[in-house]
């Protein structure tokens, strides 16, 4: 989706749910949970129902028809959220999954309310349209642990598994970011 300099970069849509305008006034984009207020949006007016296209593009321009932020996407993923008076309106946390390149990562609305049990990689982008319940990406069985969560006087082995045949479970003790190793 190419941007007003037809440059393809990485793009965010918010979307208004309900039936009234709604103001991105005092709103503000980041990709860094240290720093909330990374970009603030301009006053932009988004129609009911209506979307707004934000290019994570690392120009930081807040005025004209191609609004620019002051980051990029990360390849690998990461942390993102929009934000008003350090309140989440929307993380996606601990982060957005990595993507391979032209995969859209969205979220589908039910009853004006985001429903992240509903989100994932899209067959297909759609800017400036509904995000469909059309998924890239297989969706991965819930995990299971052969011993019940809860305080025990004995160290014990835990058997994590899922019902996802080629799912590979990585997980830390300290609350780091998990990686292969």
């Known amino acids: 989706y190419p941007d007003s300099d037809g440059e393809a970069s990485d793009w965010i849509q918010i979307h208004n749910p309900g039936n ?44 004209g028809d ?21 309140e989440s309106i929307q993380t996606f946390a601990p982060s957005l999954p990595k993507l391979g390149q032209n995969e859209s990562y969205g979220v589908v609305f039910k009853g004006g309310r985001a429903d992240m049990n509903k989100s994932g990689a899209l067959l297909e982008p759609t800017p400036g349209q509904p995000n469909a319940e059309a998924w890239a990406l297989p969706q991965t069985a819930d995990t299971k642990f052969s011993q019940d ?5 004995t160290p014990f082995k835990v058997a ?22």
């Open 20 to 63: 009234s305008p709604v103001s991105t006034d005092g709103l503000f984009l980041t990709d860094d949970f240290s720093n909330l207020t990374k970009w603030m949006l301009p006053d932009v007016s988004i129609a009911g129902g209506g979307y707004l296209i934000v290019f994570a593009s690392g120009k930081d321009r807040a005025k």
């Open 66 to 86: 191609s609004l620019h932020t002051n980051f990029k996407l990360g390849a690998k993923g990461e942390f993102l959220g929009m934000y008003k008076g350090g």
């Open 149 to 153: 969560r809860g305080f025990y006087d």
């Open 160 to 181: 994590i598994t899922s019902a996802t045949g080629d799912a590979q479970i990585r997980y830390t003790t300290d609350g780091s970011q998990p990686n292969q190793e």
